[in-house]
């Protein structure tokens, strides 16, 4: 099952003087991403997100340790996990999304498509519902 998630395949050129992963980034709505932000030092177990984008589209990527992601389309829940081994995530808009940092020593980066814009997120889990319903009317 996929809730309109995607995995990007990550390339790993390894060397005697280092190990080098490239990722090429897709196009998207808003053609570029504009934003990096990354989360360090989140205790083990510690939950971060819980919230949804009306308009962002994400890629996220571990570049360390072990964080398990939960998707959530307001129908369907998944879960899948991330860490450095893994491919990137790429979560498109309209996805209720939570991290949970399965190591102390964990690295998620993430690059948004838009500026931060407080007014595009949902924080409330019962308005994230109520919005998936009225987008779906008006589809």
Known sequence: MTLGYSWIVKKNILSPNGALSVIGLPSTKHQTFKRLFYITKAPRLSIRGEHAHKLCTQIMMCLKGQIEVNIDDGTNKETLILSEH??????????????????????LIVLADIDFDENEY???YQDFLNWVNNHDAIK
Do not use: F, M, V
């Open 122 to 124: 949902i924080r409330n």
């Open 86 to 107: 893994s491919e990137a995530l790429l979560l498109p808009p309209g996805l209720w999304s939570s991290q949970k940092y399965l190591t102390d020593d964990s690295l």
